[in-house]
């Protein structure tokens, strides 16, 4: 079992449409992070998380660490958001993340 | 732009080939990770720099590959006689706390 689980894999939406992205792990952890990578590779931070909840435009991250588990919204969605999003946690005393398989997610016009 | 910087963006070889990849990171991080990432999956973890020190090494880091960062700054990873199962997108961080990380754009590799 992999130590970080995102759920779904695919994910296809209509313009417009709420989306939920869900992140599990198994590990103590100091933070999670929330990426986006868009095809050609390049990673962007859209959230670093340890408690609570946080909000950037149409995005929202939520964490809850006692249930090990984290969600990333999408708010209106738009083809721009077409992309891969990653969940990978950094764990306590480390330095390097453990990443999710990643959520491709398709914004339809 | 003073965000982490990679080179070459993409890099195709012949098998048996050696490859270098570099990697500037943000100019005040001390701290600087190597991962990889095949097609469909997630980075996996390479190796971790802290200054000019190498202190973590993935199994994944055969002993063809090496990671250098000789003066706490730009890092350089090569792979000596690449194989097909290297072909990978090489993504290098960086970051001043433990639990940031700052990405650079990558370097795809394509061996064949």
């Known amino acids: 079992k992999n130590e970080v689980e995102q759920s779904p894999q695919n994910l296809t939406a209509q313009e417009g449409e709420f989306i939920t992205i869900n992140c599990s792990y198994s590990?103590?952890?100091?933070?999670l992070h929330w990426l986006q990578q868009h095809p050609g590779g390049g990673i962007v931070s859209l959230f670093m998380l340890s408690s609570g909840k946080k909000k950037h435009g149409r995005l929202i991250a939520t964490i809850n660490i006692q249930e090990k588990h984290s969600s990333l919204h999408i708010t209106a969605s738009h083809p721009r958001d077409s992309a891969v999003y990653i969940c990978a946690v950094c764990m306590y005393r480390q330095g390097n993340l453990i990443f999710g398989k990643g959520t491709k997610l398709s914004v339809k016009p | 732009d003073t965000g982490v910087s990679q080179d070459p963006r993409h890099k195709i070889t012949k098998r048996g080939q050696n490859v270098t990849f570099r990697c500037d990171p943000i100019s005040e991080h001390n701290r600087l990770y190597w991962y990889r990432q095949t097609l469909g999956q997630g980075p996996e973890f390479l190796t971790y720099?802290?200054?000019?020190?190498?202190?973590?090494k993935s199994r994944l880091l055969s002993d063809r590959f090496s990671a250098e960062r000789p003066k706490g700054s730009f890092s350089t990873l090569e792979i000596q006689h690449t194989e097909q199962g290297d072909s990978a997108m090489y993504l290098c961080?960086?970051?001043?706390?433990?639990?940031?990380?700052?990405f650079g754009q990558g370097t795809r590799l394509t061996v064949v």
């Open positions: 961080a960086s970051s001043l706390y433990t639990f940031e990380a700052f």
């Open positions: 590990v103590g952890i100091s933070a």
């Open positions: 720099f802290q200054n000019e020190a190498q202190l973590e």
